[in-house]
């Protein structure tokens, strides 16, 4: 969506708070009927701020909620990695002043750009957030939103838990969906949502509504583990056989894959929801198993669930390149 002249992408609606604007990645409509993880999510997960810079300079303001992760902004000339000076920016809880200019080289930058075909032009400054949560203040300078051709005309949505959410990752360009966006030379929708990817026939609905994505991936099972959802495997079978139908009817290619390796507990119970997931993916969508994507023990995290930045790389070269090798044999991409 427009707003005060950015493009605030993977931004359904904004809500004005004392603090700042909340940017809300879904509907009210499509929140009312969903689990109180997604309805009260605001965290900045895949969430950017695109925007021009009429006279080369201006100053984005943020603010942040105090959380143990370091809330850090990445800064991006297109597709091109900002230089250390613009790379990242801490987001304090207090209303925080991001100066961004356009790099000294940017002709360069634009001649690297269009000689490897990348899919940003370097003028198109990408403010990508972190995945904590995060508040827009507001923006000094004149700036003036991307048009519609100067962004790449092919999206990948992805849906799942934390895991796509981007926890651990650090940052959320070494996220899984960023990556295999950057390795799909396409845009991204992050529909990640930490703890609270259960599988709801209302976020299928809706993601098949959605016309602004060509592929989309859905993780699934990991969340329906916790002890604080608690889903029999009966109740899990349901919400998998309703969720895969809604988004098998759709003629866009949707991938599919199941729980990933993870060292804790409850691996019995992981393996049976796999076998489910399996089941009616593997009919329905372009199934890829999870183990065969991650399982490898030393690629996980030490809270045991979540990969590394090792573990995120190889999600998106293995199942990134399943994609790839799909999407080229349908001339989709």
């Given at each position: 969506?427009?707003?005060?002249n950015?493009?605030f992408?993977?931004?359904e609606?904004?809500?004005k708070?004392?603090?700042?604007y ?7 409509y499509?929140r ?22 009429a ?8 603010a942040?909620?105090?959380l143990?992760?370091?809330p ?23 209303e ?21 075909g ?9 403010v ?10 507001g ?5 003036l ?15 799942g838990?934390?895991?796509t ?12 969906p960023?990556?295999i ?20 026939e ?15 991936s859905?993780?699934?099972?990991i ?22 139908k ?6 866009r290619?949707?991938f ?5 390796g ?58 990134g ?9 349908q001339k989709?991409?």
């Amino acid at each position: 969506m427009i707003f005060q002249n950015i493009d605030f992408h993977n931004v359904e609606e904004i809500e004005k708070t004392d603090k700042g604007y909340v940017m809300r990645r879904l509907p009210l409509y499509v929140r009312e009927k969903v689990n109180e993880g997604v309805k009260n999510n605001i965290f900045g997960t895949g969430i950017e701020l695109r925007f021009k810079m009429a006279d080369g300079a201006c100053d984005i303001i943020l603010a942040s909620d105090y959380l143990a992760e370091a809330p850090v902004a990445s800064i991006f000339y297109g597709s091109i990695q900002g230089g250390w000076e613009y790379s990242t920016k801490m987001i304090y809880e207090n209303e925080t002043v991001i100066h961004i200019e356009y790099p000294y080289n940017l002709e360069k930058l634009a001649k690297i750009s269009k000689d490897n075909g990348l899919a940003f032009s370097p003028e198109i400054v990408r403010v990508v957030l972190p995945y904590t949560n995060c508040y827009y203040v507001g923006v000094e300078g004149k700036v003036l939103p991307p048009s519609k051709e100067e962004v790449p005309s092919e999206t990948y949505l992805a849906y799942g838990s934390s895991i796509t959410h981007g926890s651990l990752g650090l940052m959320m360009p070494y996220s899984y969906p960023f990556r295999i966006s950057q390795k799909l030379n396409c845009d991204y929708i992050n529909l990640g949502f930490a703890g609270s990817a259960l599988m709801e026939e209302e976020l299928a609905s809706y993601i098949v509504s959605r016309k602004d994505w060509t592929f989309a991936s859905v993780e699934m099972g990991i969340n329906a583990l916790s002890d604080k959802i608690s889903l029999s495997d009966e109740q899990f079978e349901q919400r998998i056989d309703r969720f895969t139908k809604i988004l098998g009817n759709d003629k866009r290619p949707v991938f599919a894959t199941s729980i990933f390796g993870f060292n804790g507990d409850k691996q019995e119970k992981g393996e049976r929801f796999r076998n489910i997931v399996r089941k009616y993916a593997k009919e329905r969508l372009i199934f890829m198993d999870g183990l065969d994507i991650l399982n490898e023990s030393k690629y996980i995290s030490a809270d045991l669930t979540h990969p590394t930045l090792e573990g995120m790389e190889q999600i998106a070269d293995r199942w990134g390149r399943e994609m790839e090798m799909y999407l080229r044999n349908q001339k989709s991409i």
